[in-house]
């Protein structure tokens, strides 16, 4: 009966899963879906899979967000193959589909875990709930519904797929077949390396029973190595192979230490989601602390201090090992994004997945643990007296049920992209990218004046933000504004001379204007920089059908020889890639105004664009020394420097 009973109950979280998300598989794509599946021409042609597999930029049409994700790229690729096209409905049930086979497979190490610390009947319950905690908590709706975070869903059941398979201490074990599962997870997403460190903190408790003070001696430093080797090549080999392969990625992150130090307070952050998920955003405005001292700062220290007290604490004795281990998977799983890597954002909701299920195992076990110590206590409720087994299973059922609720709200807002950048904006008021994205969708109604109100919001947060000039430049186009349209097109690709779009969108406009020779020009630079962007494809394919202007030199002589008119010259030959001639002609500039900063700079981008690094630092020292408050400059110089430091 038992058995029938855990079967049965199995049965039900299964079933409440599917109708939590039973009306997610039509939502769109969003965000980073667009350059990584809508625009990636890679992912249309299934035979490209063994090149995702050493060739990075397969993985985006953006050259900044070219990262090493092979094992996602490939099943997107199937996806697209298997529904013949872009519909969403395919992509949206592999991910959920790998989503529960995950929540499956964390059932059974929860159990496992639960029983080397404390056998008893009850585990299996107890792992069931977790499991389906996990599985409909509404935090993790931000990372089912967003496609592209596949990578979250992919890594971690690559995680813990390698975990049983160790634990079992079959054959997979002896022969190290569980290194291959962890060598896949770091193929969807860098984090998968966590499994090794993962691996050995397991056999390190559960079963050298080391303490903590042991934990760090040499000797069994050797002894864990030696037990866990396989993992700790594999998921090295791959990491190590990736990084060196994706040489365009750029996190985007500016301070590595403001970054740094504003992390405590995220984790704080992302632990109060896990109890009360009420906030959640596709898209925070979040921002680094500027001050170290700053009280937020200090909250976060002591809190992550405290967490690690209390993950030390638990290590101590064998039966609340399980809530050590999960409090160091939670703070393990964003190592890679609360420490190494700076990105953009210094917080977002899905980056929560993987930790939560090292949070899950530790909160649930601690609530076992403090049911098994009262089993036999008797409560009056109402007038009722009541065992606290009865009241904490009520308490169970309506979490999850609250859980299941919120999920389903979630799913909602992620319908459609106006939906959701909606939400965002109202979340989160101050966030330029969140305006602008909403502004843009806007403007493909045709509701121009309400775009250009969040476009000049976005401006005020977000002034060097390239992607908003784009946009600017795309409505003022619409509006026949063609002066303001060039102006923002070219600020675009000033603040971000690497990114394809800017390139893309000047073409097509340029096109839309009869100015086809130039369209032709950019829509080629853009596909320099980005060979797989469908649109760019698409585009220059169009422009060629069409009559051309004959080619004139990006220098050409001017009647107005003035410092203004040159460096002009200079910045259409940087565009079309003439960087020569970029040169020569801010070289111009310089003999006519030798204070000119811009033509310092321009220098500087051209020569960071031929790869000569000391010639661009000299150039962009020069520009900084004239104006010191020069954005572009510093940013070049930065560029310029990381290379000579390589």
């Excluded at 079959?170 to 290194?179: D, E, I, N, Q």
């Excluded at 599962?181 to 860098?190: D, Q, S, T």
């Excluded at 979490?399 to 979340?427: F, M, P």
Aim: with cysteine; aromatic share 12%.
């Amino acid at each position: 009966m038992s058995r029938r009973a855990y079967a049965v109950a199995c049965g039900l979280a299964l079933a409440a899963l599917v109708a939590a998300y039973a009306n997610h598989f039509h939502n769109d794509f969003h965000f980073d879906d667009d350059h990584t599946i809508r625009n990636n021409h890679f992912i249309r042609d299934v035979h490209n899979i063994p090149r995702f597999f050493v060739d990075p930029k397969t993985f985006s049409s953006l050259p900044a967000n070219q990262s090493y994700r092979p094992l996602l790229t490939t099943t997107l690729a199937l996806d697209y193959w298997m529904a013949g096209g872009l519909d969403p409905r395919a992509f949206h049930a592999t991910s959920f589909a790998l989503f529960a086979l995950q929540c499956a497979a964390m059932l059974v190490l929860y159990r496992r875990l639960m029983d080397r610390a404390r056998p008893h009947a009850w585990n299996r319950w107890i792992a069931l709930f977790a499991a389906t905690w996990y599985a409909l908590h509404a935090a993790n709706a931000e990372t089912v519904n967003y496609i592209i975070a596949r990578s979250e869903i992919l890594s971690t059941l690559g995680v813990v797929v390698s975990l049983l398979m160790f634990t079992s201490k079959g054959v997979a074990r002896r022969c190290g077949l569980y290194a291959i599962p962890a060598g896949l997870a770091v193929c969807a997403k860098e984090q998968g390396v966590i499994a090794a460190p993962l691996i050995m903190l397991y056999v390190a408790l559960f079963e050298r029973e080391l303490t903590v003070g042991e934990l760090f001696q040499p000797r069994n430093i050797a002894r864990l190595v030696a037990d866990t080797w396989p993992v700790l090549v594999a998921c090295m080999a791959i990491l190590v192979g990736g990084l060196r392969l994706a040489t365009t990625f750029t996190p985007g992150g500016a301070s590595r230490w403001a970054y740094l130090w504003t992390q405590p307070f995220v984790i704080l952050h992302y632990v109060y989601t896990f109890v009360l998920p009420v906030n959640l955003s596709a898209d925070t405005d979040w921002s680094p602390f500027a001050n170290p001292f700053d009280d937020r700062v200090v909250i976060g220290l002591v809190f992550v201090g405290a967490l690690l007290w209390l993950g030390v604490t638990a290590w101590r004795r064998r039966e609340t090992r399980p809530i050590a281990f999960g409090i160091f998977w939670f703070l393990g799983a964003l190592v890679p994004t609360s420490s190494i890597v700076p990105f953009a954002e210094v917080m977002n909701d899905h980056r929560v997945f993987f930790p939560f299920v090292g949070l899950t195992l530790a909160a649930s076990w601690a609530i076992a643990l403090a049911a098994f110590n009262r089993k036999d206590t008797v409560v009056a409720v109402a007038g009722v007296r009541l065992k606290p087994a009865a009241i904490l299973m009520t308490v169970c059922l309506v979490v999850l049920a609250a859980h299941a609720y919120g999920t389903h709200r979630r799913n909602i807002v992620w319908r459609t992209e106006e939906s959701l950048w909606l939400d965002v904006t109202e979340k989160s008021p101050q966030n330029g990218r969140g305006l602008m994205t909403y502004g843009v969708i806007q403007m493909a109604k045709g509701r121009y004046d309400v775009a250009d109100q969040y476009f000049t919001r976005a401006l005020q947060y977000a002034p060097q933000y390239a992607y908003l000039h784009v946009n600017i430049g795309v409505l003022k186009g619409a509006l026949g504004d063609a002066a303001e349209a060039e102006r923002h097109f070219r600020a675009a690709q000033q603040y971000d001379p690497g990114n394809p779009v800017s390139y893309y969108y000047y073409a097509r406009w340029l096109g839309s204007v009869g100015r086809v020779d130039e369209a032709i020009a950019f829509a080629r630079r853009a596909l320099e920089l980005s060979p797989g962007h469908a649109e760019a494809q698409q585009l220059l394919a169009e422009l060629q059908s069409r009559p051309r202007q004959p080619h004139a030199p990006a220098a050409a002589a001017t009647t107005a020889d003035t410092p203004e008119r040159w460096i002009e010259i200079s910045l259409t030959a940087y565009r079309l890639g003439r960087y020569q001639e970029c040169i020569d002609a801010s070289e111009k500039a310089l003999s006519l105004r030798p204070d000119y900063a811009e033509a310092y700079n321009n220098i500087c981008a051209a020569e960071n664009a031929m790869q000569r690094y000391p010639q661009a630092v000299a150039a962009c020292e020069r520009a900084m020394a004239l104006r010191p408050d020069f954005p572009l400059a510093r940013n070049n110089l930065a560029l310029a420097r990381s290379h000579l430091t390589k």
